[in-house]
């Protein structure tokens, strides 16, 4: 069963969604669906997500062997291939 509801939109949120709607052939009611859909459907929010730093050595403190704070390009790199790592 479907309930009818009224949404308020910006103006032109509106008009980008009914030209979307209308280019892919569809209501606008099923693009509010999808997105609906996809919102409700995500398992973590973005604003959620935590970032993992690299590796600090436990020993008295201070940087593991390798990691050069100097050097953000490696850092970077080190951060992505982390990333990557993840499921």
């Known amino acids: 069963m479907t309930e009818r509801t009224t949404v308020r939109l910006p103006e032109d949120l509106a008009r980008r969604a009914k030209r979307k709607a209308a280019a892919?052939?569809?209501?606008?009611?099923?693009?509010?669906?999808?997105?609906?859909?996809?919102?409700l459907n995500e398992r973590v929010p973005a604003a959620k997500t935590k970032?993992?730093?690299?590796?600090v050595s436990t020993a008295k403190g201070g940087l593991m062997p390798?990691?050069?704070l100097n050097d953000t390009a490696a850092l970077q790199e080190m951060d992505d291939l982390e990333a990557a790592r993840r499921p």
């Open 66 to 68: 390798g990691i050069d």
């Open 51 to 55: 970032r993992i730093l690299p590796p």
């Open 24 to 39: 892919e052939g569809r209501s606008l009611t099923s693009l509010i669906e999808d997105g609906l859909r996809r919102v």
